[in-house]
């Protein structure tokens, strides 16, 4: 399927360079091979098992044989933790072909903005910020799959610099992943992530450590059932990752551990002082939000004719 968008050549590339080739860059290479967007995927890694896997799997073509295979690419997906970029752009930046595209995965967008405003200069209006919020908490090129984007939002944050003609382009491409776009502001990206997914993710790891660190740890985790379960599935994600992401997005991500913190401290004061019809009140109000979300969920999961 070739994807024509408003007056534009149709969407095909001739050969994508992955940067990162794990969960996310594997399975948005995978995804538009399914779709047949691209004649050839190149890799670009640190890690060279990582990379034999991803060509073993399908997942890439070609293993890049240097930073300098990047100027043959007409699109470039980032898909690094967001820690390397400031080390990875300014290397593929003199390399970035003269018409080619650029998109990032990364997690958080005010740090990734400010690495590409130091280091991209020309190639800057096409570079095209992005974040999938589709993940798991595996990580490698092994657990790269296909359908990873379909149905998941990707949210797009285009600065003032970015060429409307590449973010078309860019937009049309997530889109054949099966993905749904959305466009929003930087800083409100990363506000709106810190709440619903850096805190989370916080919580989990802090969670996990809180019952594992303690004598009685195998005896306590023997009795876990689906709520203790559900509630620390995330602390198995990837720690390189969920660093960068935790100290890209600091400032934000203290505020709202901070408010968090507070509305924690009010439920121990209830807990305390007995007070049940507090506690009941507060119970009520987030199972109604909840209820709400899993229909909301639901509704967008339901495919539309
Ligand atoms: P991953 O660990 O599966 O893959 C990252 C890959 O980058 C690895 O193969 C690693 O070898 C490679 N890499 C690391 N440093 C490198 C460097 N300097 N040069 C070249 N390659 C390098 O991680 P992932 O889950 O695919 O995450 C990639 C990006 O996507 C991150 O920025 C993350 O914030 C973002 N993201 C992740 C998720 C998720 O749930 N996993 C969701 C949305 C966005």
């Given at each position: 399927?070739?994807?024509?968008?408003?007056?534009?050549?149709?969407?095909?590339?001739?050969?994508?360079?992955i940067?990162?080739?794990?969960?996310?860059g594997?399975?948005?290479?995978?995804?538009?091979?399914?779709?047949?967007?691209?004649?050839?995927v190149?890799?670009?890694?640190?890690?060279?098992?990582?990379?034999?896997?991803?060509?073993?799997?399908?997942?890439?073509?070609?293993?890049a044989?240097?930073?300098?295979?990047?100027?043959?690419?007409?699109?470039?997906?980032?898909?690094?933790?967001?820690?390397?970029?400031?080390?990875?752009m300014?290397?593929?930046?003199?390399r970035?072909?003269?018409?080619?595209?650029?998109?990032?995965?990364?997690?958080?967008?005010?740090?990734?903005?400010?690495?590409?405003?130091?280091?991209f200069?020309?190639?800057?209006?096409?570079?095209?910020?992005?974040?999938?919020?589709?993940?798991?908490?595996?990580?490698?090129?092994?657990?790269?799959?296909?359908?990873?984007?379909?149905?998941?939002?990707?949210?797009?944050?285009?600065?003032?610099?970015?060429?409307?003609?590449?973010?078309?382009?860019?937009?049309?491409t997530?889109?054949?992943?099966?993905?749904?776009?959305?466009?929003?502001?930087?800083?409100?990206?990363?506000?709106?992530?810190?709440?619903?997914?850096?805190?989370?993710?916080?919580?989990?790891?802090?969670?996990?450590?809180?019952?594992?660190?303690?004598?009685e740890?195998?005896?306590?985790?023997?009795?876990?059932?689906?709520?203790?379960?559900?509630?620390?599935r995330?602390?198995?994600?990837?720690?390189?990752?969920?660093?960068?992401?935790?100290?890209?997005?600091?400032?934000?991500?203290?505020?709202?551990?901070?408010?968090?913190?507070?509305?924690?401290?009010?439920?121990?004061?209830?807990?305390?002082?007995?007070?049940?019809?507090?506690?009941?009140?507060?119970?009520?109000a987030?199972?109604?939000?909840?209820?709400?979300?899993?229909?909301?969920?639901?509704?967008?999961?339901?495919?539309?004719?």
């Amino acid at each position: 399927m070739t994807v024509d968008t408003a007056g534009a050549a149709p969407l095909r590339f001739r050969r994508i360079g992955i940067v990162g080739v794990g969960l996310i860059g594997g399975s948005f290479a995978l995804a538009l091979k399914t779709v047949k967007a691209v004649d050839t995927v190149v890799g670009f890694g640190r890690s060279r098992a990582n990379l034999d896997v991803a060509r073993r799997m399908g997942v890439i073509d070609e293993i890049a044989n240097g930073w300098d295979d990047i100027d043959g690419c007409d699109l470039i997906l980032l898909a690094v933790p967001v820690g390397q970029l400031p080390e990875v752009m300014p290397v593929i930046a003199p390399r970035i072909a003269r018409d080619a595209l650029v998109t990032d995965a990364g997690s958080t967008k005010r740090d990734v903005v400010a690495y590409a405003r130091a280091a991209f200069g020309k190639a800057l209006p096409r570079f095209v910020p992005a974040h999938p919020i589709a993940g798991a908490e595996k990580s490698g090129a092994a657990a790269a799959r296909p359908n990873l984007f379909a149905g998941r939002p990707v949210v797009l944050t285009p600065i003032e610099e970015t060429d409307a003609f590449a973010f078309k382009r860019v937009r049309a491409t997530w889109q054949l992943t099966g993905a749904k776009t959305m466009r929003m502001d930087v800083a409100m990206h990363d506000m709106a992530l810190a709440a619903t997914s850096h805190l989370p993710h916080v919580l989990a790891f802090a969670m996990m450590n809180e019952i594992a660190q303690r004598p009685e740890a195998e005896a306590m985790l023997a009795l876990t059932g689906g709520g203790f379960r559900d509630f620390t599935r995330i602390a198995a994600s990837n720690p390189e990752m969920w660093r960068d992401i935790c100290l890209s997005n600091r400032d934000t991500l203290c505020a709202e551990i901070d408010a968090f913190s507070a509305r924690l401290a009010r439920f121990r004061q209830w807990i305390a002082t007995g007070d049940g019809p507090a506690l009941e009140r507060e119970f009520e109000a987030a199972r109604v939000a909840r209820e709400a979300l899993t229909i909301a969920l639901d509704a967008s999961a339901r495919p539309r004719d």
